[in-house]
């Protein structure tokens, strides 16, 4: 099992940037997939979730109405349109499938994760 994400970059505050995980050796139809991130010198935190069979999403408030997670059922991809970024929005992301095909984005957020991608670094200067 193996999560490729990719679309990170060097932007300025207000840009847009999208994010996207291709999975190899998964089927991304049955599980929850999300999106993590870590800034420099903090913890892991989720940022977006989205269950792959009734598209039921969640968002941390931190991103609410700035990004976006969609699928892609053709390609097997995840994406995160991030728009309106920030400063503070500078960090690595990641990639995320869910441990349980039952997990829901809740799950996720509580840190059922089965597999992580490799991670992409968005920097936002100001």
């Known amino acids: 099992v193996q999560l490729q994400a990719s679309g990170g970059g060097l932007v300025q505050t207000g840009d847009s940037l999208r994010l996207s995980c291709t999975g190899l050796?998964?089927?991304?139809?049955?599980?929850?997939m999300g999106w993590f991130r870590q800034g420099p010198g903090e913890e892991r935190e989720f940022v977006a979730g989205m269950r792959w069979g009734d598209s039921q999403k969640q968002y941390a408030d931190s991103v609410k109405g700035r990004f976006t997670i969609d699928k892609d059922n053709a390609r097997n991809t995840v994406s995160l349109q991030m728009n309106s970024l920030k400063p503070e929005d500078t960090a690595v992301y990641y990639c995320a499938a869910a441990r349980n095909q039952h997990d829901s984005p809740y799950n996720v957020r509580a840190g059922s994760v089965g597999s992580w991608g490799q991670g992409t670094l968005v920097t936002v200067s100001s």
């Open positions: 050796g998964i089927s991304f139809r049955r599980l929850t």
